[in-house]
């Protein structure tokens, strides 16, 4: 059985001083603020201090002789570049690197920085058959060029009985309709991706 992938989003943007940590610890997304030039060794503590004050830390086992007390540990939150654990006076700019790994007790974060997204995505409301259609695209961390585009036209099966994958009709930025496609709503996707294919 494939052990499942986490991950650790971290937004790393030019002429900031911040950066920002996004990952789910145990069904919560929780997101980071922190300065670019602050020592790592406090974000991982951070991390560890909303655990504890969320009631998601380890719990002591008790002895025999146990007072009725619960004593909680703090969360084990390390980071490591390979199979190195990274210095807890490195600056979060040089610490949160793409391919690091964040280690909270037993759970691997897998460092992903400035991943490519679509923030907006719009096609043209009237489109005329025989003309090119240009989607509307904001894009961040992605170029238009490096995405992976592809155009749909909906299959329509007058008894429907399994789900059925519409062809794809182009895999370019622009479409030039054609008069197969009067009468149907085209379905475009974007795959975000940067001059890296990521």
Known sequence: MCEKEYFVFVRSEDGKDTLSLRLNLRGRECRFLRAKNEPVGRALKRIATNLARNGETKRKKKGKGGDGVDDTLP???VLYAGITE???ETENQDAWVGGNTLRVDDRRFVVTV???AVKFLKLPCCLLATCPAVPLVE???ADVEHCRWAWRRPVVDPKPRLPISDPIISTSFIYWTAEEDEGYK???ECTPCNESGE
């Open 75 to 77: 969360a084990e939150v």
């Open 86 to 88: 990274v210095s807890s």
């Open 114 to 116: 400035n991943t490519p």
């Open 139 to 141: 894009l961040e961390f």
């Open 186 to 188: 085209l379905v475009l």
